[in-house]
């Protein structure tokens, strides 16, 4: 079995991704796949934090067309994150993976509430950690969440597991000639207004000294190739 070269990481996974084909709703075989990657990851002797998305069931300000207030609607994409959180647990736990889930609002009757010392002693005793509801305010996107998780819980890497197989120069779907690539600075990620993350994400990362390793979820063994160090999609450092 290849070596691992990461020790702790942060695992962000579109809510997207974990519809696999259907757009949205749970695709449970997909979920299956992942979580048995995780298991792997596991056995491999890497720590695993997740943070997960919810657009497969609502995206907040987006969804909601301007006919909603800002705040409410990004609370209502928050309870989407920790449905998706409750449904990876579950599987999960099916497959004898220990699981916390811990959220940044507080719902005591189903989950934790986020407390980075709690979180760090589950990661130290092998148990995976599924951050819900973002960071727990308005305006910000789960990538930005999976960053200040990165940061708080000092992962060495985030692997941000999307639709899409890297970084491109631009949109591959509405430009054939866009060009993808193996690595990129987070200043040029900035400078190009590239999609890897929203800006706010992108900066905190650069800020902490955080890599950030962007690749499709379509093979779940991605997961594993990026954590041996494996030529996966792109990797965004300094």
């Known amino acids: 079995m290849a070596k691992p070269v990461y020790r702790r990481v942060l ?29 792997e990851c596991l056995d491999m002797g ?7 998305g919810g657009g497969n069931f609502w995206r907040g300000a987006k969804n909601s067309g301007g006919k909603m207030e800002r705040t409410r609607a990004d609370h209502m994409g928050m309870l989407a994150t920790v449905m998706n959180c409750l449904a990876v647990a579950d599987v999960c736990e099916q497959k ?17 509430p986020y407390i980075r010392s709690r979180a760090i002693r589950h990661l130290e005793k092998g148990r995976v950690v599924i951050f819900g509801a973002g960071t727990g305010n308005p305006y910000f996107s789960t990538d930005t969440a999976a960053v200040l998780r990165a940061a708080e819980i000092n992962a060495d890497v985030i692997l941000l597991a999307k639709n899409v197989d890297g970084v491109y120069s ?20 900035l400078a ?37 160090g494996e030529n996966v999609g792109t990797i965004v450092k300094e």
């Open 96 to 112: 004898g993976i220990p699981v916390r889930v811990q959220t940044a609002i507080e719902m005591r009757a189903i989950a934790e």
């Open 46 to 52: 890497v720590q695993v934090g997740l943070v997960v």
């Open 170 to 189: 631009a949109d591959p779907v509405k430009d054939p000639s866009a060009v993808k690539y193996d690595t990129i600075s987070y200043d040029e990620v």
């Open 11 to 39: 695992l962000k996974i579109s809510g997207e991704a974990l519809a696999g084909g259907k757009g949205s709703g749970l695709d449970f075989e997909m979920i299956g796949s992942v979580c048995d990657t995780i298991k």
């Open 192 to 228: 190009q207004h590239l999609m890897v993350m929203d800006t706010t994400a992108t900066s905190l990362s650069m800020d902490n000294h955080i890599p950030v390793l962007l690749f499709a979820l379509k093979d779940p063994n991605n997961i594993i190739r990026a954590l041996c």
